[in-house]
């Protein structure tokens, strides 16, 4: 899946969290991007099974979307949390931690999550 599928599956499972109901527009206006650029994007993620629109416009992630969008949301708060363990200021952290949750491999993650874990204790 490219960056941006993962983006728009992160928000949507983000904006889930939040409310009950989340339509193309709530997508569109947290992620700053137009309601033509954001359609296009779910209807990709539709057809590939991630997303699903009901009668009404709204939004729920399938079982697959759910769980592509835990691991994405994952990352990004394992890679804040590392970020900002090291001295980086939350904002900053959280804006490269999206940057960097698109390439970096699972067992990187894993071992980061088991270095934090340790630290804490």
């Known amino acids: 899946m490219q960056e941006s599928g993962e983006m728009y599956l992160e928000t949507i499972y983000i904006l889930l969290k939040k409310s009950d109901s989340v339509r193309s527009i709530d997508v569109a206006n947290e992620m700053g991007f137009s309601k033509p650029s954001v359609s296009r994007g779910l209807g990709i993620l539709r057809d590939g099974g991630y ?25 990004h708060t394992v890679l804040t949390k590392l970020l900002v363990s090291i001295g980086v200021d939350e904002k900053t952290a959280a804006e490269d931690a999206c940057r960097m949750e698109h390439v970096i491999s699972d067992e990187s993650v894993n071992k980061i999550q088991i270095a934090l874990k340790k630290e804490a204790v």
């Open 51 to 75: 997303v699903n629109v009901d009668e009404n416009g709204y939004l729920s992630l399938t079982d697959a979307g759910n769980e592509y969008a835990e691991k994405i949301y994952n990352r």
